[in-house]
């Protein structure tokens, strides 16, 4: 079946301007997950959903990144002001249950630059 | 795609030998172990886990070793082959039975290279 989707999968921002990343989860996965990977380093934890509700948002590095997921299916994670620190591949995640061994699945990222 | 682990430690290897990826974790509190694949352009990819209270596990062609007592995972890749070409990742994250998920907290990875 489908694996977890990501677009855009480049997105090239000017500092200053608005981004919208958008994850579609695999159908019907309760949990979904934002990850930050910096080049050349691992994926770091930006935010966690169970269905809608945000229930750890303890990564996300500035009041300036906001993730939602309102039906409890399609998220987006929306940064305002981008910074040049912004600048990494965002990677999305999906879980069919809430249980802490579930296995989480990736989407392809998208890779924002921010120049 | 974008290039992933430009300065990451680099495992080189001949198509056939096996692989040995090591992973240093720090948290003594993780309780679940999972190793990733990672190829340019694409998302970490489920390779195989294991909880705290196993030492091992194996799957297709691949084994995980755990040792608690020093905080170190490893990863052997049987045969490994030009497709196994990658950057790997281990991951950990604490277990709790309140049913939030969890976050993963991954390593720097290692980058393997298999020459043919």
């Known amino acids: 079946g489908a694996g977890v989707s990501q677009s855009p999968r480049y997105k090239v921002a000017k500092r200053g301007q608005d981004v919208a990343l958008r994850c579609d989860p695999i159908?019907?996965?309760?949990?979904l997950f934002w990850y930050q990977q910096a080049l050349g380093q691992g994926p770091e934890f930006l935010t966690y959903?169970?269905?809608?509700?945000?229930?750890?948002k303890s990564g996300l590095p500035s009041d300036r990144f906001f993730a939602e997921r309102p039906e409890g299916s399609v998220s987006t994670l929306k940064i305002q002001r981008t910074q040049q620190e912004d600048s990494a591949v965002y990677l999305c995640?999906?879980?069919?249950?809430?249980?802490?061994?579930?296995?989480?699945?990736f989407g392809p990222g998208t890779r924002l630059t921010v120049l | 795609g974008e290039s992933v682990g430009l300065h990451l430690p680099t495992l080189s290897v001949q198509e056939g030998d096996n692989s040995i990826i090591n992973c240093a974790y720090s948290?003594?509190?993780?309780?679940?172990f999972i190793w990733y694949k990672q190829e340019s352009g694409k998302g970490p990819q489920f390779i195989i886990d294991?909880?705290?209270?196993?030492d091992k596990r194996q799957g297709q062609r691949v084994t995980v070793l755990l040792n608690k007592t020093v905080k170190h995972l490893s990863l052997q890749i049987a045969a490994t082959q030009p497709g196994d070409s990658a950057v790997y990742f281990c991951?950990?994250?604490?277990?709790?039975?309140?049913?939030?998920?969890?976050?993963?907290?991954f390593g720097g990875g290692t980058r393997l290279m298999v020459k043919p």
């Open positions: 948290n003594s509190a993780s309780d679940y």
């Open positions: 159908s019907g996965h309760v949990s």
């Open positions: 294991i909880r705290s209270n196993m």
């Open positions: 959903f169970q269905n809608e509700a945000q229930l750890d």
């Open positions: 995640a999906s879980s069919l249950r809430a249980g802490s061994t579930d296995t989480q699945y």
């Open positions: 991951a950990e994250t604490p277990s709790m039975n309140n049913n939030a998920g969890n976050m993963l907290t």
